[in-house]
């Protein structure tokens, strides 16, 4: 029996006010996504949460085929962009992750920094860590700056107005009857693991199991407001937005 269980939550913008999550979750019978939008640093330009909205209604439609994931993804990416007069380098952006399944197959596919996380005999992670080494290393620090690196071959992919940024994800798959859970998220959850050491992925699932997957958002934000100031936990914003899908094979 599959069993799908969706937690989201709005984070706060860089001015720390409240404000409509960028985050996006697709459910279908037999696919699910999560995009994150990215916050814009250019105010001439909608919003990361605009253009992660509207992807995600693209990639619901065209996942009803059986493409592989980089070609449902180059179309998605090309139609929102023909439909909103998008230019590459000029345009809003959204991280994607993808997991479709059939009675013996799970394919997935990640592009930036929102993980997959399969649990079956062991625990194989999905990540693309392109932006993420970047952004440590200080090297996203302005708008010039990620403009500049952005869907480079230097630098790092994400959805945009570029559909060849699909030909740079990340694949993987799986034999269906291998596989127990599988966890998406974006960075506003996957920090809890990789940023303040909260849990392991693991330990994320057993939480989510015992007391809903609310409960592993519940935990990164309880961090948060234990350390307002950002010290410990050096972040942009203090809270960001959180979505996490867990789907549940057997």
């Not at 000029?90 to 399944?101: D, E, F, K, Q, Y």
């Amino acid at each position: 029996m599959l069993e799908i269980q969706v937690a989201e939550r709005p984070g706060v913008g860089l001015d720390g006010q409240p404000r409509p999550t960028e985050d996006h979750v697709v459910v279908l019978d037999h696919a699910v996504a999560v995009l994150d939008g990215a916050t814009s640093l250019d105010p001439a330009l909608p919003s990361g949460g605009w253009y992660a909205e509207r992807l995600a209604a693209r990639l619901a439609r065209e996942l009803t085929g059986d493409d592989d994931l980089r070609t449902v993804l180059r179309r998605a990416i090309a139609g929102v962009a023909d439909a909103e007069g998008l230019q590459p380098g000029r345009s809003p952006s959204s991280t994607v992750a993808i997991l479709r399944w059939t009675a013996d197959r799970v394919d997935s596919l990640v592009l930036a920094d929102s993980p997959i996380v399969a649990f079956g005999q062991t625990v194989d992670l999905l990540a693309d860590s392109r932006l993420v080494t970047l952004r440590r290393a200080g090297k996203l620090r302005t708008r010039e700056a990620v403009r500049a690196l952005r869907n480079h071959a230097d630098g790092f992919w994400v959805a945009e107005a570029d559909p060849a940024a699909a030909d740079h994800a990340i694949i993987r798959s799986w034999p269906r009857a291998a596989l127990g859970a599988v966890i998406l998220a974006t960075d506003g959850v996957s920090c809890g693991v990789d940023d303040y050491g909260l849990f392991t992925w693991t330990e994320a699932l057993q939480l989510a199991r015992a007391k809903g997957v609310d409960a592993v958002l519940d935990a990164v934000r309880a961090a948060e407001d234990s350390d307002p100031g950002a010290r410990r936990w050096p972040r942009v914003k203090r809270h960001d937005d959180q979505a996490m899908v867990l789907v549940s094979f057997r």
